[in-house]
């Protein structure tokens, strides 16, 4: 019985070998990490918002306009910033993981 291919063969699948290399490394790219670029594009979308919110909450607390209400959003803004740089990273990390092995 023959074994099925591997993913570390070097020779791609019948229907694979008419396509250019450079498409079917992006495919298999795309197969192994589906939506990566939406992904990473909601990430820095979602810590932009987060850094003009943290900057307009700083500048409310600097001129001391309502300090106590300013000052829970000013922090929830800054967790949303390292929280979509944390994601935003990792995504990363992952994808260097896959591109190594």
Sequence with gaps: MPNPPSSKSPNP???ARNLDPEKYA????????????????????CGASGAIGAFIFLTQLLAGQQVSSTLPNLAL??????LMVGLFRWENRKSKKNNKG
């Design 26 to 45: 992006r495919l298999k790219q795309e197969a192994i990490a589906p939506y990566k670029g939406l992904r990473q594009f909601v990430y820095l979308a």
């Design 13 to 15: 699948p019948r229907r």
């Design 77 to 82: 803004q800054i967790g949303v910033v390292a």
